[in-house]
């Protein structure tokens, strides 16, 4: 079923024809320019069928087309957390990206729309995601549209510390202050426990 029709590039919900292959290798060139600036997510990396089970089952995979070709792509996963900020079922945003030739046509920004739709529809009240800490770019984007950032922590690669980010649809159940206070909080305790190795450090 065809979501959004507008300049000729199609989002869809991923067809059978479009391969796991496919949306690696989008992911893959989509986040080249960031990976050249030290901004290296390992999840989009990620061999296909990792992907594929991570998204899970129940998850939804969003394809930006233009004509047969993946040229986008974002995705909706769902999980269940004891956080303070998403307890109980959650829609985790994942697995975002537009390849550099068709940057600056508004098509993230469409992809993410349509996710959020995507997600309301399936009755999630919290949206929740995660991002390098260098990543300002898509920190502004988010915030424009209403997530706050709740944690700072140590990527799994212990090369870099990431952030997540957290929308809630039916009004945030707590101040903005209270959610900067626990994401400085965390940001302090994440520091201080796991400092980063400088790239020049060798092992003794």
């Not at 989509?30 to 296909?48: C, D, E, L, S």
């Not at 529809?121 to 915030?143: E, G």
Request: net charge positive; proline share 2%; aromatic share 12%.
């Amino acid at each position: 079923m065809v979501l959004i029709m507008k300049e000729d590039i199609r989002i869809i919900e991923k067809p059978d024809w479009v391969s796991w292959d496919d949306i690696k290798r989008c992911l893959f060139e989509a986040h080249a320019a960031n990976r050249k600036k030290g901004i290296n997510m390992a999840h989009y990396q990620w061999p296909a069928e990792k992907i594929k089970e991570s998204i899970g089952d129940n998850g939804v995979v969003l394809v930006a087309l233009d004509g047969e070709k993946v040229v986008g792509t974002a995705s909706v996963a769902e999980r269940n957390g004891k956080l303070w900020y998403a307890k109980g079922r959650y829609a985790y945003m994942c697995f975002a990206g537009v390849l550099p030739s068709y940057n600056g046509k508004g098509l993230y920004h469409r992809l993410t729309e349509q996710r959020e739709k995507v997600a309301r529809s399936l009755d999630y009240n919290v949206l929740v995601f995660d991002t390098h800490q260098n990543n300002k770019q898509i920190q502004s984007i988010a915030q424009n549209n209403g997530y706050q950032l709740v944690r700072f922590f140590r990527a799994s690669s212990k090369d870099h510390y990431s952030v997540i980010m957290v929308k809630w649809l039916n009004d945030c159940p707590f101040s903005s202050f209270y959610c900067w206070i626990r994401y400085h909080i965390s940001r302090l305790n994440t520091i201080v426990r796991y400092p980063l190795k400088k790239k020049n450090e060798t092992k003794t």
